[in-house]
């Protein structure tokens, strides 16, 4: 049975595809910091297979800890999701409270990278580090100077990463827009329910976890749109 971590997995596409990977037979550690909500997700989750659900901040090194012992001897799976927006409304670089700054990239830039250090020693050849990306780390969007640089700065670390592990697939994934609390956060008071819904973006996560993409920055919608392709 294949072990995966799934961080920020209490609700959207972090739920969404730690269901996904549960019902395709893998054990799923999956982790949030509220424990009302990681509480619904353990229920729910756990009545499709293996699971274990351990609460705390990814920003936190006994946390990060605790999930890698969690999984065990082995991880063949890790799936950086856990993000954080930043200041809502969003403000321009020139107004952008540092402190903020500082713990967006605590949480989108260093927490991913400090978690594959961690797990690198358990992983086998071929093992996937998925690190889920957004089309804001690549356009200029205004306000969204923040969170897009935290982005960027984890595709380049991702692209690096890959590059200094050829053993394993190190994927950065755009799952696109959706209709998820970070995106209403995004908008505060606009109507996003023309969003689709994360579990949308599933089956392009799932094509880089079950397929055999070389490493690099895929979305995800492209990724189904292959696969339907090939079908």
Known sequence: MPNAIVTGASRGLGLALARALLRDG???VIDGRGAAELD??????????????????????EHRRALVEAA??????????????????QPGLADYPLDALERVY?????????????????????ARIVNVTSD???EPYPGWGGYGSSKAALEQLT??????????RVYAVDPGDMR????????????????PPPEDSVP????????????????AAELVAGAGARA
């Open 26 to 28: 893998h054990r799923v």
């Open 40 to 61: 619904a997700a353990a229920r729910e989750l756990s009545a499709l297979g293996e699971l274990v659900a351990v609460r705390g901040d990814i920003a936190h090194p």
């Open 72 to 89: 065990g001897d082995r991880i063949d799976v890790v799936v950086n999701n856990a993000s954080v927006l930043g200041p809502s409304p």
């Open 106 to 126: 605590r949480v989108n830039v260093l927490a991913p990278l400090a978690l594959a250090q961690l797990a690198l020693p358990r992983m086998p050849d071929g």
């Open 136 to 138: 804001a780390a690549v």
């Open 159 to 168: 692209a690096i990463l890959a590059a200094e592990q050829p053993r394993l």
């Open 180 to 195: 998820t609390r970070l995106q209403q956060e995004a908008f505060p008071g606009e109507d996003i329910s023309d969003r």
């Open 204 to 219: 392009g996560l799932l094509a880089l976890v079950a397929g055999e993409p070389p490493s690099g920055r895929y979305r």
